[in-house]
């Protein structure tokens, strides 16, 4: 006879885990379900001979000490245990285009980020401080938005807000050039477009300001022992609370009859009934692989196909036998391209083709000293490509276009940075689009949620939240696909809203 659980939670990656603990602290009856023998899907280590990398994460946002951004107060709620560190650089950013190039350190604080603007773009003072007038501003109104769980009464938000509203609808990168911010200082602004995975020309200007914002006030933040020491600490909580978690256990269909959630079928056949289920696996693939077709609502598969996939990656974890400092390594997490030109950088992120000069690395040792044995380090490369960029490889080509994509990147870091490592290298792991579809499941190792877009971006998606973008009764999804966008703090913070939304169906008998 099965046990009677209150929600199943599908999949322990960022957004799983959120959702459970927040179900589980609320006193419901959770049964968190893993294909893997272990949780964190994106979130984790590999260890490779004397080295610990961390497998994903840059960076946290909306972070900040106790009590102050989204993120923190949302993981202290749950209660979890973990030593955070806070960084005290915002970015480290390389353009090496031969004329209009930079390589520039900017710090976090506003103050100081206006003043290294300054330095470096001289002049840039008045038009950055107005910027950062309007960041605060546009702060305030996602913090106020926040404050009513993103489902605040209408007319209060078109009269309080009213400039909010009109920039939401304003792409970063013009309304940069509408406030007069001269182009050498908007293109070392932009350069964490990568983060959000969609160029400046695309990207709403609020959601741009506000993950900067974010940044420079409440400051980047890390786990002391990685990301799995947060995965573990979620993970902890949710047994605390009384949940279960069962690993090993992949979920082989949703069933749904008749447009509400009845159960999960797992892969080795057994039914487990509920009529809640959140799934942190992507609509596309439960409406695709995980339901019966006859039973997807048409307008959900229709809201599927309307969206287009995010990017995925290709990422380079190299352990090395200098120290950071020794190597001359600078910054913590550095952008390097050839040209400022988001929208070309984008187009670039189409094509594996060797002209492709652009990625993001992280040194961890820079964040974290002792991150591994005195006179080593670490670095981690991140490449970003659309789906499309990995459709001709086969099985005889892909060992080779991995090595040419390796080899090419560390020449081009050695060009960029200055550096030399390739005589340090100790130890060399990859992981491509191919890896990551296969471990987290995703339609071409997509990491990186639906790509946000104008009418796809964080504020449309969290006005609809609670009225439901997807109609099947009982079955919510949550994680870097959901209404806050892809990412870390974003899984988090979409699978409390998913639980909260949860909690208020079942109080409301729905
Ligand atoms: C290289 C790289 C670098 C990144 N850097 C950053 C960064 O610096 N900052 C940041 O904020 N974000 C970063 N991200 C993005 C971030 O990692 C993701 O957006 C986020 O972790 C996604 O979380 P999620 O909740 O969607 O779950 P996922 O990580 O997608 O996990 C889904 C879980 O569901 C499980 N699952 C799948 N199918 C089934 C099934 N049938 N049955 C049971 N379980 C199943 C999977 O095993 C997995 O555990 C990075 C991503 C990559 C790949």
């Known amino acids: 006879m099965n046990k009677q659980y209150d929600v199943l939670v599908i999949g322990a990656g960022n957004g799983g885990l959120a959702s459970a603990a927040w179900m589980a602290k609320e006193g419901k009856k959770v049964l968190l379900l893993e294909k893997h023998n272990l949780p964190g899907g994106c979130a984790g280590s590999i260890v490779r001979g004397r080295f610990e990398f961390e497998l994903t994460l840059h960076e946290l946002c909306q972070m900040g000490p106790e009590g102050t951004g989204e993120v923190r107060k949302l993981l202290d709620d749950i209660g979890t245990d973990v030593e955070w560190v806070a960084m005290n650089e915002a970015f480290h950013t390389i353009n090496t285009h031969p004329e209009t190039g930079f ?19 001289p002049g840039s003072r008045a038009s950055m401080e107005n910027l950062m007038e309007v960041n605060r501003m546009i702060f305030d109104a996602i913090s ?37 911010v001269p182009d050498k200082a908007r293109e070392i602004y932009e350069s964490y477009w990568d983060y959000l995975s969609v160029d400046c020309t695309r990207v709403s200007f609020v959601v741009y300001s506000f993950m900067v914002y974010t940044y420079l006030t409440l400051k980047p933040y890390i786990a002391k022992k990685r990301s799995f020491e947060i995965v573990l600490a979620l993970e902890q909580r949710i047994r605390d609370f009384g949940g279960e978690i069962r690993y090993n256990t992949p979920v082989k269909r949703i069933d749904i009859r008749d447009n509400k ?24 693939v439960v409406f695709d692989k995980m339901v019966d077709p006859k039973e997807v609502p048409a307008r959900d598969k229709k809201l599927c196909e309307a969206r287009t996939l995010g990017p995925n990656g290709f990422v380079i974890y190299l352990g090395l036998d200098a120290s950071a400092d020794q190597l001359g390594i600078k910054g913590y997490d550095t952008f390097v391209r050839e040209t400022a030109d988001t929208e070309v950088l984008f187009e670039k992120c189409k094509t594996r083709k060797s002209h492709r000069r652009i990625f993001n690395y992280s040194c961890l040792n820079r964040a974290i000293p002792d991150a591994s044995e005195p006179g080593t380090c670490m670095i981690m490369f991140l490449l970003l490509y659309t789906a499309d960029a990995f459709d001709d490889v086969t099985e005889e080509n892909y060992f080779k276009i991995k090595d040419q994509i390796v080899e090419e990147t560390i020449d081009y870091f050695e060009e960029a940075a200055k550096v030399k490592i390739r005589d340090h290298i100790e130890e060399l792991v990859t992981a491509s689009p191919v890896t990551l579809a296969r471990y987290i499941g995703t339609p071409q190792g997509n990491c990186y949620g639906y790509a946000v877009d104008m009418w796809d971006g964080m504020l449309p998606r969290t006005m609809s939240g609670e009225k439901e973008d997807y109609t099947v009764k009982g079955l919510r999804f949550c994680g870097g696909h959901g209404t806050q966008m892809d990412g870390y703090s974003q899984a988090y913070l979409s699978g409390r809203e998913v639980a909260r939304y949860t909690l208020k169906d079942m109080e409301e008998g729905r």
């Not at 390589?103 to 773009?121: K, L, N, S, T």
């Open 261 to 284: 959630a009845r159960g999960v079928e797992l892969a080795d056949g057994t039914y487990i009934p509920c009529k809640r289920i959140i799934s942190n696996i992507m609509p596309t």
């Open 103 to 121: 390589d520039v350190e900017m710090p976090i604080g506003v103050d100081a980020f206006v003043d290294a603007m300054e330095r470096e773009v």
């Open 144 to 180: 106020w938005l926040a404050s009513y769980q993103n489902n605040p009464p209408k007319a209060a938000m078109l009269l309080k807000w009213k400039d909010f509203m009109k920039m939401a609808s304003v792409p970063a990168d013009e309304m940069l050039r509408r406030l007069g």
